[in-house]
């Protein structure tokens, strides 16, 4: 496995990025990971990893760049009323889609750089947070990135403009959603709707409901951790990314 830490410069600044790929047999598909909200750890690094091993260049950005470097934040971020938990959420409430598509024009400059990099077919999966970015970019972006996914994410309907649920027509590739059936931030009503939205619009791909999990359950550090449905969802995320993207070894 080679892999790095390092910046890609955008429209706003430098986003640090930690990369990843297999050692022999590239060039590889390019895979952007998008992360959730307690930010960039080692596992997610880990997550990004197994990735690559099986013939991926995969890319995993802070996407909390733009409010300095020290936005990696300590184990208890998840836990109510403590100090890391309301400092990264001072950044994450700032979060949107639009700055976030922007990101992703600068990931798109940065692979067609890389002599590594198969060019064509791009993947993009986030979770939590991250899900709505995910779909959005491969309603923004429809001619490179062919296959995107959302694990868990947050408020994927809504009457906010940019609302997910409203560019799905606009996909011309294959989208994999993966909800939890207990979750707050998705809960079972809009996750209905969502599947309706979504055979509506005709865009290729599934909404999948995992019973009797909570969200974050593909965390392997989370209280929620599921090894089942975790399993279950990287089964769904390898064979779509095979699918779309003719990895070189998946």
Known sequence: MIEETL???????????????????????????????????????????RLATVGYYVLLPNLYYRAGRDTIFGP?????????????????????????????????????RQEEVKQGPVGCHGYCMSGPYALAAAARYPERI?????????????DAEESPHRSLGQVQGELY?????????????????????????GVAGEVELYPGVHHGFAFPQRW?????AAERHWERLLALYARRLASTQA
């Open 7 to 49: 910046d890609i410069t955008t429209v706003d600044g430098q986003m640090e990025t930690f990369v990843c790929r297999p050692e022999r047999g590239g060039p590889f598909p390019a895979v952007f990971f998008l992360m959730d909200a307690p930010g960039i750890r080692e596992e997610l690094r880990d997550m990004s990893r």
């Open 76 to 112: 208890d971020v998840l836990e109510e009323g403590s100090a890391e938990r309301d400092r990264m959420r001072a950044v994450r409430t700032k979060m949107t889609i639009p700055p976030v598509m922007r990101d992703i024009a600068s990931m798109l400059a940065y692979i067609d």
């Open 146 to 158: 062919t296959a995107a996914a959302s694990f868990y994410g947050t408020w994927l309907v809504s």
């Open 177 to 201: 959603i993966g909800c939890a059936e207990h979750d707050n931030l998705a809960p079972l009503p809009m996750v209905e709707e969502l599947r309706g939205l979504f055979k509506l619009s």
């Open 224 to 228: 929620c951790y599921d090894q089942p």
